[in-house]
């Protein structure tokens, strides 16, 4: 419920009547403060005004005030910027770290958000709020799901830039890992990483103009040359099997994998890994799935053409452009501080048709139209970041619920 007061605090929902501390003091709040998720107080760089004296500092926020002590805010130096302590019930004076005692105001949370939070909480829908997003004005969907979007791109980019970084930055090798680990589909992302990690790209590259060494190495490295020979004849594979000992001779190569390090039940045939190791050296040979070959790409077409492969639908392309292509593009032109490549990014998902799973479809069935990529990204990002979690409090779908005056009963659907 604490997590409620910051709420109300942040979104300066509060009484219509003056303020006052737990001495008398007429307390008005000009500016709330930067709610802060990490370390230290809640809310950075307040203004408030205390007995008509203009303060400028920080804010924390307790359910009671003996909290304050319970959480060892007394023995912690970051703790003496605080100007005001907000709390839910007022059962003590506080000091700071200084010795100063804070001024202390005691918040109402309102009995129709309090309400309204809880029937949020206790729901096992989903969505939870459902019942209000035919109501929501388009502009302020639109608005929120460009804004999670952003979020879902950003969040990711974060995560490949950090790759990058690993890799010394090389961002044409952080394209071959994540490419490779998106052609796992799911079950063996973790284990195509692994594999793409162990490619020497160096060494392949003496090697690209030739297809059969590229399948020889990739093969042989991911411990799966027994999985063509059951599928193509032993001849072929005990050719694969020479040229790869001949590899792996010729650069030292001795961290191979086997074949137990791969998932092929519960997979499809067209998923089975020898099988998109293949696709991933077809493309590897034809030099289209680098990052330099990415850039150029303006359009979905070009992308559909750089990604097709033997046996690779053009469905399964428009999953790789989401999930992996786009993702790339836009930490790069994070990383390059280039922002028409983060837009192109954008346009290419507003240019796919939204995908179709489970997720999206409920959020059709609250009457949310789900046209593009764009917007099933957002409402994925919606859901595991904050449905899951029971984030409402920063939904902004969420905030539209508990503003509401009247309780919103949220029966089962059937």
């Not at 910051?6 to 300066?12: C, E, I, L, N, S």
């Not at 205390?50 to 926020?61: C, D, F, K």
């Not at 930490?331 to 290419?348: F, P």
Request: glycine share 8%; with cysteine; net charge neutral.
């Amino acid at each position: 419920m604490e997590r409620l007061l910051h709420y109300v605090w942040k979104h300066k929902l509060l009484p219509l009547g003056p303020l006052y501390t737990s001495e008398g003091v007429e307390v008005e709040v000009i500016d709330p403060g930067l709610h802060n998720h990490d370390q230290g107080p809640d809310f950075f760089n307040a203004k408030i005004r205390l007995g008509g004296t203009l303060w400028a500092g920080n804010v924390e926020m307790h359910l009671r005030s003996s909290d304050w002590y319970r959480h060892g805010h007394d023995s912690d130096p970051s703790y003496n910027s605080v100007i005001l302590h907000v709390v839910g019930e007022a059962d003590g004076e506080v000091r700071t770290p200084e010795g100063k005692v804070l001024p202390q105001v005691r918040l109402d949370i309102p009995e129709h958000i309090r309400t309204n939070y809880e029937v949020l909480c206790r729901t096992e829908d989903y969505p939870r709020c459902h019942r209000i997003i035919p109501s929501l004005p388009l502009l302020k969907v639109h608005q929120w799901m460009d804004a999670l979007l952003v979020e879902r791109l950003k969040e990711r980019s974060e995560r490949l830039t950090a790759l990058a970084e690993r890799l010394g930055g090389d961002w044409e090798r952080a394209t071959f890992v994540t490419l490779s680990r998106s052609f796992g589909f799911g079950l063996n992302g973790d284990a195509f990483e692994r594999w793409a990690m162990r490619v020497p790209l160096s060494a392949a590259g003496k090697h690209r103009d030739d297809l059969f060494q590229i399948e020889s190495l990739f093969l042989g490295l991911a411990g799966l040359i027994g999985e063509v020979e059951k599928q193509r004849g032993g001849s072929e594979a005990r050719f694969h099997r020479q040229e790869f000992e001949f590899l792996k001779h010729k650069f030292g190569l001795t961290d191979a994998m086997q074949r137990a390090d791969w998932c092929f039940m519960r997979t499809r045939p067209r998923n089975f890994p020898h099988l998109r190791i293949l696709q991933i050296a077809e493309l590897y040979h034809g030099g289209k799935a680098q990052m330099s070959k990415l850039l150029e790409a303006e359009t979905i077409g070009d992308l559909q053409e750089c990604l097709k492969v033997k046996g690779m639908t053009a469905a399964s392309r428009r999953l790789l452009i989401i999930n992996t292509v786009v993702p790339l593009l836009f930490a790069y032109g994070k990383h390059s501080s280039n922002e028409d490549i983060c837009q192109r990014a954008i346009r290419l998902l507003e240019a796919l048709p939204a995908e179709n799973n489970h997720i999206l479809r409920q959020w059709e069935t609250c009457g949310l139209k789900v046209a593009t990529a764009a917007d099933s990204q957002a409402l994925i990002q919606l859901k595991r970041q904050y449905c899951d979690r029971t984030d409402c409090l920063r939904c902004r779908f969420g905030y539209e619920y508990l503003q509401g005056e009247k309780k919103h009963p949220l029966p089962r659907r059937q």
